[in-house]
T-cell receptor
Framework: EAGVAQSPRYKIIEKRQSVAFWCNPISGHATLYWYQQILGQGPKLLIQFQNNGVVDDSQLPKDRFSAERLKGVDSTLKIQPAKLEDSAVYLC???????????FGPGTRLLVL | GNSVTQMEGPVTLSEEAFLTINCTYTATGYPSLFWYVQYPGEGLQLLLKATKADDKGSNKGFEATYRKETTSFHLEKGSVQVSDSAVYFCALSDLTGGGNKLTFGTGTQLKVEL
């Protein structure tokens, strides 16, 4: 069974630029999550989708971050404009439903200069 | 709110040594508890989990017991290998509010030497 796919794996941008990350969850998984992992810290949930609806986005900085999952499968996370403190690894995870184990992708490492 | 506290690393051990990584948590309700492992350059992989008090999760020689009375979920392995070198994250899941949010500790780096 294929795992969670993410792209790109690495991205370097300058502050105030925009960037987008893509995630393809495990087939059949209804729930999708985006986490931010800053160096030396544990991942922090940014947003959770159930199919194409948002369940929890309480820790998403909505002035600059946005995410969508239009057809209930793939998802994109966008940052516009980026700040230096957005440098982190962005992890996508999926689960069969909201109570099941989360499986993580390899992450996208973002460096903002 | 919920929180997870892990012992700080790095932890350096010789091959075949006994491993303990401490993890304690604070949570409302009855969370499930997890250990995830992150190998260099890779994403998080689920190592083991426990969903209720006194449950023991185990996988690949690692084990952890959900202790409600001490709010702990310490990770142990009787004999570590060089290939166990990685960062280990303790986490809890909270199903309140309809979500399934994982709250992670800061991670403990394990280095195993020959």
């Amino acid at each position: 069974e294929a795992g969670v796919a993410q792209s790109p794996r690495y991205k370097i941008i300058e502050k105030r630029q925009s960037v987008a990350f893509w995630c393809n969850p495990i087939s059949g998984h209804a729930t999708l999550y985006w986490y931010q992992q800053i160096l030396g810290q544990g991942p922090k949930l940014l947003i959770q989708f159930q199919n194409n609806g948002v369940v929890d986005d309480s820790q998403l900085p909505k002035d600059r971050f946005s995410a969508e999952r239009l057809k209930g499968v793939d998802s994109t996370l966008k940052i516009q404009p980026a700040k230096l403190e957005d440098s982190a690894v962005y992890l996508c995870a999926s689960s069969l439903d909201m109570v099941e184990t989360q499986y993580f992708g390899p992450g996208t490492r973002l460096l903002v200069l | 709110g919920n929180s997870v506290t892990q012992m700080e690393g790095p932890v350096t051990l010789s091959e075949e040594a006994f491993l303990t990584i401490n993890c304690t948590y604070t949570a409302t309700g009855y969370p499930s508890l997890f250990w995830y492992v992150q190998y260099p350059g890779e994403g998080l992989q689920l190592l083991l989990k426990a969903t209720k008090a006194d449950d023991k999760g185990s996988n690949k020689g690692f084990e952890a017991t959900y202790r409600k009375e001490t709010t702990s979920f310490h990770l142990e392995k009787g004999s570590v290998q060089v290939s166990d070198s990685a960062v280990y994250f303790c986490a809890l899941s909270d199903l309140t509010g309809g979500g399934n949010k994982l709250t992670f500790g800061t991670g403990t780096q394990l280095k195993v030497e020959l």
